[in-house]
């Protein structure tokens, strides 16, 4: 199984709501990620989970929460959402071992929207 | 983090070679270049790396210049179905193995029957 599922595919919500994002694998990876893309601009890195530990938040507002319940799921909880916040969600996972051959695999995104 | 440069868009007749260029002369010596695609409304896909010698897979061949400031990714015989968004990355290996991937603004290759 090579395949990192998201759900759900696509997410309206107000900017009151309060609802979350879920990512799986079950490729055995230990490192897994949230991404944010804008309309016609590349993937932009928001959270890295190593271990099931944060490794890196890239300064992302507090209205986005990731967790890392175990190693084979990841969650962004939302709440208090902007509408300049809509876009799609990635989610990646990948090996975190040292060596060269770490490749990200990506699942197929949320399209979220907020209204 | 070493930033990447790319033309944003290169047109390809299909069953002849794409040749996509890119520049990263602010490499350090032990990243890697990735190169990722990303298909209409899909998550990016994988394609390659390297680090100094060229290499090569079943999607496309990867050629890094000598002082590895610049790269090609070459797609030998190009198909519709190779029409995507094309990334030139250099990774970026944080603690405990997690890596760090930055995209640049990529190369909407098109290419055309």
């Known amino acids: 199984d090579t395949e990192v599922t998201q759900t759900p595919k696509h997410l309206v919500m107000g900017m009151t709501n309060k609802k979350s994002l879920k990512c799986e694998q079950h490729?055995?990876?230990?490192?897994m990620y949230w991404y944010k893309q804008k309309a016609k601009k590349p993937p932009e890195l928001m959270f890295v989970?190593?271990?099931?530990?944060?490794?890196i938040n890239e300064s992302v507002p507090s209205r986005f929460s990731p967790e890392c319940p175990n190693s084979s799921l990841l969650n962004l909880h939302l709440h208090a959402l902007q509408p300049e916040d809509s876009a799609l969600y990635l989610c990646a996972s990948s090996h975190a071992l040292a060596g060269e051959y770490n490749e990200q695999f990506f699942g197929p995104g949320t399209r979220l929207t907020v209204l | 983090d070493a930033k990447t440069t790319q033309p944003p868009s290169m047109d390809c007749a299909e069953g002849r070679a794409a040749n996509l260029p890119c520049n990263h002369s602010?490499?350090?010596?032990?990243?890697?270049v990735y190169w990722y695609r990303q298909i209409h409304s899909q998550g990016p896909q994988y394609i390659i790396h390297g680090l100094k010698n060229n290499e090569t897979n079943e999607m496309a061949s990867l050629i890094i210049t000598e002082d590895r400031k610049s790269s090609t990714l070459i797609l030998p015989h190009a198909t519709l179905r190779d029409t995507a968004v094309y990334y030139c990355i250099v990774r970026v290996r944080l603690l405990q193995g997690a890596q760090k991937l930055v995209f640049g603004q990529g190369t909407r290759l098109t290419i055309n029957p």
């Open positions: 989970y190593s271990y099931e530990k944060l490794s």
């Open positions: 602010t490499i350090s010596g032990n990243e890697y």
């Open positions: 490729m055995g990876h230990r490192a």
